[in-house]
Nanobody
């Protein structure tokens, strides 16, 4: 079972940039679709961005499209999420998610894995 660890979260000012990393251990996730979900306090966890194992298909939530970019480096077992022009509403815990199926739905099938999350806080 692939294990995921997120890093790169922190405090950032509105309009600023941040890069999150998700690194896999236990096994390679080169054959997995990988993405990011986020959960704000009192709200449901929602899809943010995903990238297929072929690296040819990317998907973004409407709220972040044009501002966030997802990429992956299978040789490093790492997926990145670059956040640009961040807004206060981007504040949330960001979770990495890996699944053998596409598109990503975050339902947590037996072959999927969740990271523990990294906090992103957008504040002046």
């Amino acid at each position: 079972q692939v294990q995921l660890t997120e890093s790169g979260g922190g405090l950032v000012q509105p309009g600023g940039s941040l890069r999150l990393s998700c690194t896999a251990s236990g096994q390679s996730f080169s054959s997995y679709a990988v993405g990011w979900f986020r959960q704000a306090p009192g709200k449901e966890r929602k899809f943010v961005a995903g990238i297929s194992w072929e690296e040819a298909t990317k998907s973004y939530a409407d709220a972040v499209q044009g501002r966030f970019a997802i990429s992956r480096d299978n040789a490093k077992n790492t997926v990145y999420l670059h956040l640009d022009s961040v807004k206060r509403e981007d504040t949330a815990v960001y979770y990495c998610y890996a699944d053998l199926a596409w598109p990503l739905d975050g339902r947590g099938a037996d072959w999927s894995s969740w990271g523990q999350g990294t906090q992103v806080t957008v504040s002046a």
